[in-house]
């Protein structure tokens, strides 16, 4: 419900604008996710970057989305979430602005960075604003409309990356200025101010410095200790991210305001899902990450085809997730979420199989098939236990908690598992070296699957009428996509009071 206490009706003028301004600035960020790996093996050449250069350029984004999207939501709850969506829009044009003039890699880095900040104001605001202006049965057809549109936005993002590309690397972040300028008149004109009267009035400072702080060291020390250099730095960084971390448990244990409400994982169900969206989105992290590097270095795939590889994920999880959703209500999570990550994991390991002079019908398509279909039946059903275990209280801190641990999760995978597999230095320039690194690094992530897997199967034990809380109804739990990876993420939650 908007300030002045009117809700906004479906099929409306005051309706269609609200739809247009979120759906276009969610979508900044869906198709910036997108198109930036698309466009890791032109940039780096031009900039003379090596490959732990790239893995700043998409790290460094992710880093400051996963440790600020929380803070980002409460901040719109208390001073409005248009006030906030508007403010992340121009930040996030500004970032981009500074990314298509970066005379180097390590400007790019900062101004990724930046972006990420951008994003973790945009993002949760996008769909805090359909929560709030709609109510009831408007509230479903809004999110469903937002859910539909947004992942069709997200579809036409490898091909328009690709596109992109071929002309020159840069205008994949200087295309995003005048959509920028659209949504924000649009959203001043036309979208009402919403907030939460009843947010706590402190915010957590504290947990948001610590969480950054310890990602930013972990994820400094596994990228540097990848190269062979940093010696004392490496260890140092390491242990004070470790540090950082731990402090930042504890911090939220005793806040009265957390981020983090820990009491949720309290509930075993609640916990082995994190567990299984911690292994799942690792290993996608790494995936979407190497394989437009493979398809372009060593298969000698255009931009344009390496970015459009992907679609047919996209368009099988836009068909088949609410049905896995739906058989998830029906029999329980435990199967879905079991076979969905292993039949992942066959996608991965098929992914061995892309290496010089690759066919896209006989070596890409199966594998991004099989890889369509195991996540059609992993994410729907994930979703809805991660909201239905935690109970309709506290729904919107259980999406956020699940959205921040699939971005720190490729985040921190993006940063070591390439080290694992012996990537380093200019192997993204070298055909054979990465053909051998990316092999490797797809079947570590094919055993992270396997894992969640054996999570779900051990975790999801109980049946669908033990859940603490009447299950989420699926038809309202389409799919957001995943900021950090161009694929269908967790779900953010349609609660008017939802952080994110």
């Known amino acids: 419900m908007t300030d002045d206490g009117a809700a906004i009706r479906m099929g409306t003028p005051a309706g269609r604008w609200v739809l247009l301004a979120t759906i276009a600035g969610s979508g900044l960020a869906m198709l910036d996710a997108t198109v930036v790996n698309v466009a890791l093996q032109r940039l780096g050449r031009d900039l003379g970057a090596g490959f732990r250069d790239l893995q ?30 508007v403010v ?4 996030f044009a500004v970032a981009s ?10 400007f790019l880095v900062a101004a990724r960075a930046l972006q990420g900040v951008g994003g973790a104001l945009l993002t949760p605001g996008s769909l805090a604003i359909i929560s709030a202006s709609f109510e009831g049965g408007e509230r479903a057809r809004a999110i469903g409309a937002w859910s539909g549109l947004a992942g069709l936005a997200g579809a036409v993002g490898p091909f328009l990356g690709g596109w992109l590309v071929e002309l020159d690397w840069r205008a994949v972040f200087l295309v995003n200025l005048p959509v920028a300028a659209f949504v924000i008149a649009v959203t001043l004109r036309h979208v009402p101010e919403t907030r939460d009267v009843e947010s706590p009035r402190g915010l957590d400072i504290s947990g948001t410095v610590l969480a950054a702080s310890g990602l930013g060291g972990l994820t400094y020390a596994l990228t540097t200790a990848g190269e062979g250099d940093g010696g004392t730095a490496v260890l140092l960084s390491g242990t004070l991210g470790v540090a950082a971390l731990v402090g930042f448990v504890l911090v939220e244990r005793r806040s009265p305001h957390p981020l983090v409400p820990l009491s949720l994982f309290a509930d075993r169900r609640f916990s082995s899902t994190n567990v299984v969206t911690l292994l799942v989105y690792s290993a996608l992290g790494v995936f979407f990450f190497l394989l437009v590097l493979q398809l372009q270095t060593v298969s000698g795939f255009s931009p344009l085809l390496a970015g459009t590889a992907m679609l047919p994920v996209t368009a099988l999880m836009l068909l088949l997730s609410s049905r896995a959703g739906a058989l998830a209500e029906r029999i329980g999570p435990r199967l879905p ?15 061995r199989r892309i290496g010089p002079q690759a066919s896209y019908l006989l070596d890409v398509l199966p594998a991004v ?16 236990t991660v909201l239905g275990s935690a109970g309709q209280r506290h729904a919107g801190s259980a999406s956020g908690v699940n959205n921040a641990i699939a971005r720190a999760a490729g985040l921190l995978a993006v940063a070591v598992i390439p080290v694992v597999a012996g990537i380093s230095g200019d192997d993204y320039t070298e055909p054979v070296a990465f053909d051998i690194g990316f092999d490797t690094a797809m079947t570590i992530s094919a ?5 969640g897997a054996a999570v779900s199967a051990v975790g999801l034990r109980e049946p669908v009428a033990a859940r603490r809380a009447a299950p989420v109804q699926v038809g309202e739990l389409r799919l957001a996509r995943c900021v950090h990876c161009g694929v269908t993420g967790p779900q953010l939650h349609p609660d008017e009071r939802a952080r994110v």
Do not use: H, K, Q
């Open 88 to 91: 992340g829009v121009v930040w």
């Open 97 to 106: 602005l500074l990314c298509g003039i970066a005379p180097d890699a390590e």
């Open 369 to 384: 098939v099989v890889l369509g279909l195991g996540l059609s039946l992993t994410v729907a059903p994930l979703t809805a």
């Open 337 to 351: 979420m079991t076979a969905g990550p292993l039949l992942a994991a066959t996608g991965f390991l098929l992914t």
């Open 447 to 451: 055993v992270l699957l396997a894992l």
């Open 56 to 85: 700043w350029i998409v790290n460094a984004y992710t880093l400051t989305l996963a440790a600020l999207i929380l803070l980002g939501g409460a901040l719109g709850d208390r001073f409005g979430r248009r006030r906030v969506f």
